[in-house]
């Protein structure tokens, strides 16, 4: 769990920036930061799962690997 615990708190992190940014409307800067986010909650679910997150930047691949635990992540990948 102590691994879970820490991609969400970097996901938290990742979406401080993000705000910060969209704040000083760097929007580009936003953007990356919240993928950053999603992939670091993506990651902190298959950890909690017991499945080794893979070392990738792919959100659809991602999501897949999720949905493979749990078909809620359907609503995802639109």
């Given at each position: 769990m102590d691994k879970t615990k820490g991609w969400?708190?970097?996901a938290e992190e990742d979406?401080?920036?993000a705000?910060?940014?969209f704040e000083d409307k760097i929007f580009r800067g936003a953007c990356f930061a919240v993928q950053q986010a999603a992939e670091k909650a993506l990651k902190a679910y298959l950890v909690s799962k017991n499945i080794n997150s893979p070392k990738?930047?792919?959100l659809?691949?991602?999501n897949q690997l999720c949905l493979e635990?749990?078909?809620e992540f359907?609503?995802?990948e639109e």
């Open positions: 969400l708190a970097l979406l401080l920036w705000k910060a940014s990738i930047h792919d659809v691949t991602l635990q749990d078909e359907k609503n995802l």
